[in-house]
């Protein structure tokens, strides 16, 4: 079974940074693109960052300059590099991969992370 794991996040002064990390397993024989999310409502989630297969990224307005979305070293993996943290920041963060193809599953198939929670304090 296809799954995402999110990890890194926890709680950080105004101005700190985090890294967080997201794995894909599960079967995967490729994957078109992978993104970071961030709950900005009850119905609502931002796209903050995505990176396609290609290597194309792409940010939010409001984290341009201090976020940065790589390939990890595993396989199936991203980063998400956050410095200067602000309040506003403050959200729990899914990873999400699109056009998954996989073991047992029907292409394309798009898949969430649990989330991972990312507190800034002043």
């Known amino acids: 079974q296809v799954q995402l794991v999110e990890s890194g996040g926890g709680l950080v002064q105004s101005g700190g940074s985090l890294r967080l990390s997201c794995r894909a397993s599960g079967g995967i024989i490729s994957i078109d693109d992978m993104a970071w999310y961030r709950q900005v409502s009850q119905n609502q989630r931002e796209l903050v960052a995505l990176m396609s297969s290609s290597g194309t990224t792409d940010y939010a307005d409001s984290v341009k300059g201090r976020f940065t979305i790589s390939r990890g070293d595993a396989e199936n993996t991203v980063d998400l590099q956050m410095n200067s943290l602000k309040d506003e920041d403050t959200a729990v963060y899914y990873c999400?991969?699109?056009?998954?193809?996989?073991?047992?599953?029907?292409?394309?198939?798009?898949?969430w992370g649990q989330g991972t929670q990312v507190t800034v304090s002043s």
């Open positions: 999400k991969a699109d056009g998954i193809n996989a073991r047992g599953y029907i292409y394309p198939h798009t898949e």
